[in-house]
C-alpha cells in the first residue's frame, strides 16, 4: 500500500519538509494501519525538523515527522486484541505526517464517540503534557500562584484553562497585544505583553513582591533566567520547552538564596508506562467532556500545507492548536 509523507532528509528550515509517496507494508505483528483524519501540529515537530537535542534526536533519515495523530483503523497485526477495523483512534508515536501509516497497538487509544477527530488531533498530545504538569509534576489546588509564558499559545491556552478550573490564580505573558485578549479569554486573571513590559518586575508587582508558587516556561532561552526572580521561597520552575532556544548553562548558585527547585521534565516519562498513558488521556477527555478545556483546533492546514504551517508557529503568528489535515 501507498502513504503520501512529509519526511526531511536532513535538518534545517521549512523548506527541508519534503512530500512523497512511499510503501506501507501489511501491520506487522503487534501493529496496526491507521487512515489519518488529524495529525497534530506541535511545537516538537519544529525541535525535530531543526535536528534539537533531546527525545527527537535518535531516528535515522529519512524522518517523517509528527509525533500525534487521529483516524480510523484499516487493518491490525495477527496478534492484535483490542482494536479492529473501522475503529476511531488516537496515538502519540513518531512518524505522524502521513496520510496512512502503521502504528504499534501499544501507543493507541480508543477515542470515546463524543470527543472529533479534530479535537484529538489538536489537544491530546498538549492535554497530556498539561495533565502531568499541573496534576502530578506539580499540584495545582485552590489558592496557587502560576505564571505561564506563551499563554495564548497551544500550551498556554490548555493551562490556563485547566489551571483556573483547579482554583488556580493565573499570570500568562504573551509576545504580543493581539494575544491578551486570546489569554484573557481562557482563563488568565493577568496577562503580561512582553513586546512592552519586562515580566518579572510585572509578576512580582502582581503578587505583593512574593512571587509565584510555580512556573511554566515552555520558551526556554528568553524565559527561563528572568523567571527565577519571579517564584516565591521554595517555589518551582518547570522548563518544560524551549521555544526562543536552549536555556544553557546557568549557575546553580541562582537557585540558593531562594531554595528554588528546577525541573526539565518530558511527557514520554510520565506516559511511559500504558496505565499512566491511559489515565492521563482520560482525565484529558473527562476535562473536555466537562467543558474545562475547550478543545477545537484554531486552525486546519492541508497536509501538503505542512510548510507554512511550521513558518506560521515558528514566527510567533498563531494563537491555539493547530491541526494538519491528509488531503
Ligand atoms: N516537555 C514536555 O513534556 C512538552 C510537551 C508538549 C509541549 N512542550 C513545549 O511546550 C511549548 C509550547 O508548545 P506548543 O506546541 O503549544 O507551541 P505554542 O505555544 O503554540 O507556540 C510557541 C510559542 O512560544 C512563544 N515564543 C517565545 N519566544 C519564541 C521564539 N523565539 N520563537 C518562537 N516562539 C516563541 C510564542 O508565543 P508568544 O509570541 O506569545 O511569546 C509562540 O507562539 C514548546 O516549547 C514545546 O516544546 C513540552
Redesign the pocket.
Known sequence: MKANVVRIHRHGGPEVLCHETVDIPPPGSGEVLIRQTAIG???????QRQGEAGPHDAYPFPIVLGGQGAGVVEAVGHDVDGFRPGDRVAYLHPGAYADRRLVPASRLLALPADISDDVAGAVL??G??AE??LRRLYRVRPGTTMLV??????????LGQWGKALGAHTIG????AA?VSV?RANGYDAVID??TDDFSPAVLALTGGTGVDVVYD??????FLPSLDCVRAMGIVIS??????NVGMFDLQALHRKSIIVT?????T?IAARADYEAAASAVFDALRAGILRGEPARRYQLADARRAHED??????????ILVPG
Open positions: 501540529l506541535n511545537y516538537s515537530d519544529i525541535y498530545l498538549r497530556l503534557t502531568y504538569l509564558h506563551a499563554a495564548a499559545g497551544g500550551m498556554g491556552l490548555l505573558t504573551v509576545g504580543s494575544k489569554a512582553t513586546g515552555g520558551i526556554g532561552k528568553d524565559g518544560y520547552g524551549t521555544a526562543s532556544g526539565r521534565p518530558t511527557l514520554r510520565w508557529l515558528q514566527a510567533r503568528r498563531t494563537t491555539g492548536a493547530a
